[in-house]
């Protein structure tokens, strides 16, 4: 059973802010902000007019309906809804280390020493997001987006010793499955079975995308070489300080992992203007595959989401729906 929602108010994040900002000053507002499926995020602002943002780790801020299988604590599939303070803090250092911008760390807590549920307040970088900011003028955001590209350089370069989420690589754990493009094949089939439960036009195509995805599955050639990759790198999950430096947001999903994972996914969410991440060297034939199974993913997993009471309802409905006809397209690259 999915949790009972909670109304997060001044009262319940007082102590935090506390221990967060210290207390010569006085919380005055909270404020829920859009988005945070899978954790609450709320904008905290002080007396002196200063803000800060609080993430919030509990079930009652998880909008993913639950299954009999989900374990929040297993990083083992890397593939997994990626969601806790631990990836949070050790994508955090891996980030910090390579010297890529992400929202200062001011309080970090498990355990509830200040709040029933684990906490991270963090800096709040004023001004809107990449999304918006390529949508009101490409050209004011030029230079980000090269200093975006570097950053993903600096990240594809630095290699794991094994696939997984940092966290896990980091405590000397491994992931399951015996290749990235396995366990990609394994969640495509899955989604592509959830998919067809849940919108007729995937249940009269699922023999033929299920050749179709087979078929590029097969064309992949083994590696052993894995970079690190955000694993959801959108625009929106891209903030632009005030110096025009790109801060990357929502990143417990950091993983090692195939390269070309990301850039399937940076060329959907960035369309246009991923010519300014664009990478050489890549593999085509992974990535084409990569590209399909991100499609799916992309059906199967709004679809589940609004079994439950997720309240952008009409965003999911979208992304579903592009995505499942970018999925049936690729039928007809394959008759030619």
């Known amino acids: 059973m999915d949790a009972v929602r909670s109304v997060v108010t001044r009262d319940h994040l007082e102590g935090v802010a506390r221990a967060a ?3 010569e000053h006085r919380l005055v507002g909270v404020s829920r902000l859009r988005g945070g499926s899978k954790k609450g995020v709320y904008r905290l602002t002080i007396d002196d007019g200063s803000t800060a943002i609080v993430y919030i780790w509990d ?28 990836l949070f803090e050790a994508a955090h250092r891996h980030l910090n280390t390579l010297g890529i911008r992400t929202p200062r760390i001011h309080l970090a807590d498990r355990g509830g020493s200040h709040c029933p549920a684990d906490v991270a307040v963090v800096e709040d970088v004023p001004g809107d997001n990449l999304e918006a900011l390529l949508h009101q003028n490409p050209r004011s ?49 899955d989604d592509l079975t959830e998919a067809a439960s849940r919108d007729t036009r995937i249940t009269r195509s699922h023999d033929q995308l299920e050749t179709v995805v087979r078929k590029l599955a097969a064309a992949v050639r083994p590696r052993s070489q894995y970079g690190l990759i955000h694993g959801e790198l959108g625009p929106d999950h891209v903030l632009v300080d005030r110096h025009g430096q790109p801060v990357l947001i929502d990143i417990e999903g950091l993983m090692f992992f195939d390269v070309e994972w990301e850039h399937a996914f940076l060329r959907l969410r960035f369309g246009e203007h991923y010519r300014w991440l664009d990478r050489r060297g890549l593999d085509e034939q992974r990535l084409t595959f990569y590209t399909l199974a991100m499609h799916l993913s ?27 006809r970018e999925a049936l397209a690729f039928l007809l690259m394959d008759d030619r």
Request: charged fraction near 25%; proline fraction near 6%.
């Open 21 to 23: 900002l210290g207390t």
């Open 59 to 86: 079930d009652s801020e998880n909008y993913w309906p639950t299954t009999q299988t989900d374990d929040a604590d297993n990083h083992t599939d890397p593939l997994s809804p990626a969601s806790g303070i631990e």
């Open 141 to 189: 955001v030029e230079a980000t987006m090269a200093r975006l590209a570097e950053a993903l350089g600096a990240m594809q370069r630095q290699q794991g010793p094994r696939f997984g989420k940092v966290a896990l690589i980091d405590r000397g754990g491994g992931s399951e499955g015996s290749s990235c493009e396995q366990l990609v094949l394994s969640r495509a089939l």
């Open 298 to 324: 992309l059906v199967a997993g709004p679809l589940r989401l609004l079994d439950g009471d997720f309240p952008d309802r009409d965003s999911m409905r979208g992304i579903a729906e592009h995505n499942l």
